[in-house]
């Protein structure tokens, strides 16, 4: 029977190497080659660091020494990438497929609950917030054309009844709370500032998408729903065009639904209900508004739309 011996303790545990010290151990092996470099892992190997690796992880201690050690000696804390790391970084994702492409039954009915009802703090919601910036812009805003209808329907299906609020109603005490709310004049403020980069409508509208497409065969500049902060009765204009070369004036375009813009041509004036009338006369008084601050404006009722081929519409542009 062999004699059990006491485990070893590390001659250096719990004690902390001076900057000096670091340094020189670097220098020192500068220019040597890893005895492992090389040199081919077994299967069997692999499959045992695995198993190490996750019982380490979903060990709670383990858990809490990593999340105070990277709060405390984060070499990258206070760092960002340069723009040369970040093409790097780009160009070495391109052709890489996301691990769970295609797969289904991946995640447990638990974690899948849990990813639904994800609700950051304010805290978080704000860091999130000053991380995209004022400029920044989703990659999908304003394309069209971007999913094909099989992934269009995936995703509908999978939206599908997943609504966290659906058959909920308020109760009376909360009706009371919300239809009494006071809001100070910073709080306006902020929901004002809100309000100008939410993107009204949600889902572009079937003449704007033409008229989009219009623009993206030309080749010509715009941003869809920009708002426009320059006039009394500030909007979000459905596409603004800003002067490049062919376009000699900043541009806004606006494509008018028949019924929603009480286009008199189609439905008589008599007719329009009082709503309409004054839609109408907003219409105009931003027109003139814009006109006033040095803008192009060009209003495309719906049926001139419906009936417009590119080179109308590149006519109609230009002569503006």
């Known amino acids: 029977m062999g004699i059990l011996k006491k ?33 081919p892992m077994s299967e069997e190997t692999r499959i045992k660091m695995s198993k190490a690796a996750t019982v380490k992880k979903k060990s709670k201690e383990f858990c809490e020494n990593r999340s105070r050690y990277m709060k405390t000696n984060n070499h990258f804390k206070g760092k960002t990438h340069t723009e ?15 691990w769970n492409k295609g797969k289904t039954g991946i995640y447990s009915e638990e974690t899948l609950k849990k990813m639904r009802a994800w609700n950051p703090s304010e805290e978080t919601r704000k860091k999130m917030s000053l991380a995209k910036g004022d400029d920044f812009v989703p990659w999908n805003k304003g394309r069209t054309g971007v999913y094909s209808e099989e992934t269009l329907k995936r995703m509908g299906d999978a939206n599908k009844g997943n609504s966290y609020r659906k058959g909920a109603h308020h109760t009376e005490e909360t009706l009371k709370k919300m239809m009494g709310k006071k809001f100070s004049a910073a709080t306006r403020k902020k929901m004002s500032i809100a309000q100008r980069k939410r993107v009204v409508p949600f889902k572009d509208s079937t003449i704007e998408i033409k008229v989009q497409k219009f623009l993206n065969n030309l080749g010509i500049k715009f941003k869809p729903h920009k708002y426009m902060g ?26 008018d639904g028949d019924y929603w813009h009480g286009n008199i041509d189609i439905i008589p004036a008599y007719k329009l209900p009082q709503h309409r009338k004054a839609q109408r006369c907003l219409d105009y008084e931003r027109t003139a508004q814009l006109e ?4 192009t404006v060009i209003r495309l009722p719906e049926y001139e739309i419906r009936e417009m081929d590119e080179d109308k519409f590149k006519e109609r542009l230009l002569v503006c």
Do not use: H
């Open 292 to 295: 006033d601050a040095g803008f």
């Open 7 to 39: 485990p070893r303790t590390a001659w250096n545990k719990g004690r902390k190497m001076s900057e000096e010290t670091k340094r020189k151990i670097s220098e020192a092996k500068k220019g040597t080659q890893s005895w492992n470099k090389g040199v």
């Open 230 to 255: 320059e006039i009394k009765y500030a909007y979000q204009c459905d596409m603004f065009v800003p002067a490049q070369e062919g376009i000699s004036n900043k541009t806004v375009i606006e494509c």
């Open 84 to 98: 040369e790391s970040l093409q790097k970084m780009r160009e070495a994702k391109k052709d890489s497929i996301p």
